[in-house]
């Protein structure tokens, strides 16, 4: 970890490019009008902005989650920033879809939507096309909701706050518009190659957590790494706490730094590798 951490330092300071930019993700797929997303305060306006982890399809707990939230502020207005990931594996996906499009919401395109667009074209591209068992539902979605997760941002940058939301992470030393957009939604690990090269890596056994070695300036804000649950570093924090394993779904207020979370109903889905909870 220690030579990782001179690397990164060394990046930091030279602020150059270590690998070649790709304008696409592994899936090949249309990209949104805006890839990152910033907000300014005439935005905001004043709204106490809740960042919430990875739904999947939990529907009860995200509902449960914003009442919570509600009677956090009380009369305040709120902006809920989703960090990707709002559906699939879980109980009730499209639902979930429909409600975060219908509420004053942001979010960023996570995996789970790239694989949910990937298919959804597959299959309008061919009728014979087979979809696996857990992407099923998707034959449900809408025209307009595939041009929701069509449009979802990879980042979503708040600079007032000095804060930058993504589903899995970023490689430092690295300019956001200059990362491959695969860091944005794969992304658990750093690691060196033979040369000394700083990568990416989407292996959570390869290398260092890349969120432990953020050194900022923004703090960002993340999901997708259920097995870690919740990370707290000093400039990253991870809100994947697995409300799909049976474990939590967490927000928190950016302005108080008030993290809330609400247990899962029940187990909906065991990965292997994970611990569910007794």
Known sequence: MTSLFIIITSLLRTRKPIS?????????????????????????????????????GCLDELEELLELAKLEIKDKKMLPIFVGDLANKGPRNLMTIRKVRQMDALCVRGNHEEAIIQHYLNL??????????????????????INYLLELPYTISIPSRNILIVHAGLVPGIPVHQQNLDNFIHIRNLYQDNDGNLLASELPFQGEAWASLWSG???????????????????????????????????????????????????YSEPKGFKTPK
């Open 124 to 145: 309008q591209n061919d009728f014979n096309y087979v979809i696996p068992e857990v992407f099923k539902w998707i034959t449900e979605l809408d025209t307009d909701d």
């Open 217 to 267: 300036p923004e703090h960002v804000y993340f999901g997708h790494d259920a097995s870690r649950k919740l990370q707290q570093h000093p400039y990253a924090t991870g809100l994947d706490t697995g409300c799909l394993y049976g474990n939590m779904l967490s927000g928190i207020f950016i302005n108080s730094k008030k993290m809330l979370q609400v247990k899962a109903k029940k187990v």
């Open 20 to 56: 070649t930019v790709r304008r696409f993700t592994k899936y090949k797929l249309p990209l949104p009008k805006t890839l990152h997303l910033t907000l300014e305060n005439s935005f905001i306006q004043g709204r106490d902005i809740f960042i919430i982890g990875d739904v999947h």
